[in-house]
């Protein structure tokens, strides 16, 4: 099968060294977009957010090995993760089961896309997912818009657990309720919390201080801002000094678009918001 082939900007990493680059410096929308190919055009890096009719889409796959990369929600698309992209359909932390070939999966959507181009050539709604999900529904861990492979897909409940269905109810919680990023987040995550920038995990259910975040599954830090001279929690919108546009931070660094309308941006509503 042929491997649909996607590429972001990395996003810059959150320090508090002295020359701290700008939020628009790297800044990435975190899209999962395919690169043009002969089969592909008109790819400009915007992705739909209609919701099919009958929730059917064509699987496609992303992350892991050499295609490992950031997501606009935050987190790593390493290949091995319950996640999706199409955070601009139901979200960002959105829990989506996905029915095929029998089976059913819940994948968490943590990244934007894919871009629109690959949607009219596959003449039908896309989901991009890691191969993990593929690999659980079909057996392959690499899939592109031209094998049409189709999907059933729509929200479920944030408790839901992610990963493979289960009619039993899971025997412990498997989510927290995190006010500094505004969701639900799965256990195993780490948050620098905004109200002392102590870190805390989600264990079931609850939160648990910790010195060290090498255990955690999904990290979400403060972000160090050049226009602020300070580093600030996740889901803060700054105006950035170096051009005026506004970015906001995911946990993992400055991206874009922000709405200065509603005063949102990819990972949800702005905790605070400063112009310049």
């Known amino acids: 099968m042929r491997k649909l082939i996607v590429a972001v900007v990395v996003l810059a990493g959150c320090n508090a060294e002295i020359g701290e680059p700008f939020e628009d410096e790297d800044a990435t929308e975190g899209a999962s977009v395919s690169k043009p190919t002969p089969l592909l ?64 999966v819940v994948a968490s959507a943590d990244d934007y896309g894919p871009d629109v181009c690959v949607e009219n050539a596959a003449h039908m709604a896309i989901l991009d997912a890691s191969p993990r999900v593929s690999k659980e529904l079909f057996g392959a861990s690499g899939l592109g818009w031209s094998d049409h492979v189709e999907v059933t897909a ?37 948050v620098q919390s905004a ?4 870190w805390y995990q989600c264990s079931a259910g609850a939160w648990n201080a910790i010195a060290s975040t090498s255990a955690c599954t999904t990290t979400y830090a403060w972000c160090q801002s050049a226009t602020l001279g300070k580093a600030v929690p996740a889901r ?30 990819p990972i949800g509503a702005c905790s605070t918001w400063n112009a310049l």
């Open 41 to 104: 055009s008109g790819c400009h890096g915007q992705a739909s957010s209609a919701i099919p009719s009958d929730d059917k889409y064509v699987m496609t796959t992303f992350g892991g090995g050499g295609d490992t990369q950031p997501m606009s929600c935050g987190g790593i698309a390493d290949g091995v993760g319950w996640y999706v992209a199409s955070r601009q359909r139901f979200g960002c932390g959105a829990h989506v089961e996905i029915r095929a070939n029998g089976k059913c």
């Open 195 to 198: 109200s002392d920038a102590a």
């Open 154 to 190: 729509t929200e479920v409940a944030s408790s839901t657990p992610l990963g493979p269905c289960t009619s039993a109810p899971p025997p412990t919680p498997t989510t927290c309720a995190s006010s500094t990023l505004g969701r639900d987040v799965a256990d195993g995550t780490c």
């Open 236 to 265: 803060t919108c700054v105006q950035s000094a170096s051009n005026s546009a506004w970015y906001q931070c995911n946990g993992q660094g400055w991206v874009k678009p922000v709405d200065t309308s509603a005063k949102t941006g």
